[in-house]
């Protein structure tokens, strides 16, 4: 099949499910599940994907970008909320499981970035709890505060030499790392939750309830693609410009 042969095909897939994906986006997505791929290395990706410097590969062509991704439809925010609700009630899954899931499902973050908290981004002052994905530091509520206080004190891969003093949130098997991104995702998908449509749908409903600058600076994310998912869900918050950033007045006219 030819570029072109290809590229109607794809017109057509469009047409069918209402989207507007490019075929940049379809190997933004292809390299980006590579790259998490465990029985890949970064210069595998790079063979494939036929960059001349790994640093193309993994510093530039990788970074995840909400605007070049294909993926899955969000869940419903009933379900988002039924998934919320028997995460914060029930003992199963396992504590790391539930955690994880939560941080997803309540503050739509992808697991590379959950992966990334350490301790030192779980806050506490005067009884409060809060963790820091952005600036400022996003509040934990009950009973969620609690479950994520629990899993600090039991955290998993913590018995041998090299990882005993680990500050990851979610320590991985291998010395001074933290757990991988596709083993997350397997527990995840073990335990019925849908990884990357339950963030959508976070995320979604985080733009109807305050203005996408504001999510995406508490949350961490680029302001560019918090504003695109804010303009898809129909946000009320549209208009809204941040403080330091009014359009200037016009002048014209002016004595």
Not at 105 to 125: H, K
Not at 220 to 234: C, E, F, P, R
């Amino acid at each position: 099949v030819n570029y072109e042969a290809l590229r109607a095909v794809f017109k057509r897939v469009n047409v069918l499910l209402g989207a507007n994906y490019s075929m940049h986006d379809l190997r933004h997505t292809a390299a980006l599940r590579m790259s998490r791929d465990e029985s890949l290395s970064m210069r595998d990706v790079q063979t494939i994907l036929g960059h001349a410097h790994l640093s193309t590969t993994a510093d530039v062509y990788l970074v995840e970008d909400e605007a070049e991704v294909i993926r899955p439809a969000p869940i419903s925010q009933k379900q988002r909320l039924d998934l919320l609700q028997g995460l914060l009630t029930s003992e199963e899954p396992e504590l790391l499981t539930r955690v994880a899931a939560i941080l997803m499902l309540l503050y739509a973050q992808p697991l590379t970035r959950i992966l990334s908290l350490t301790l030192d981004d779980v806050l506490q002052e005067d009884g409060q709890v809060a963790i820091r994905l952005g600036d400022p530091p996003a509040p934990v509520p009950e009973p969620f505060a609690s479950l994520l206080l629990r899993h600090m004190s039991q955290r998993l891969n913590l018995t041998t030499a090299t990882n005993a003093g680990a500050r990851w949130l979610f320590p991985g098997r291998r010395g001074g790392q933290p757990m991988t991104p596709d083993t997350l995702e397997r527990r995840l998908r073990l335990a019925g939750i849908p990884a990357r449509g339950g963030r959508g749908a976070a995320l979604r409903q985080l733009v109807l309830q305050a203005p996408a600058p504001v999510i995406a600076t508490m949350l961490g994310y680029s302001h560019g693609g918090t504003a695109q998912v804010a303009a898809q869900a129909g946000s009320p918050w549209s208009r809204y410009a941040p403080a330091g950033h009014a359009r200037p007045r016009s002048t014209e006219g002016s004595s």
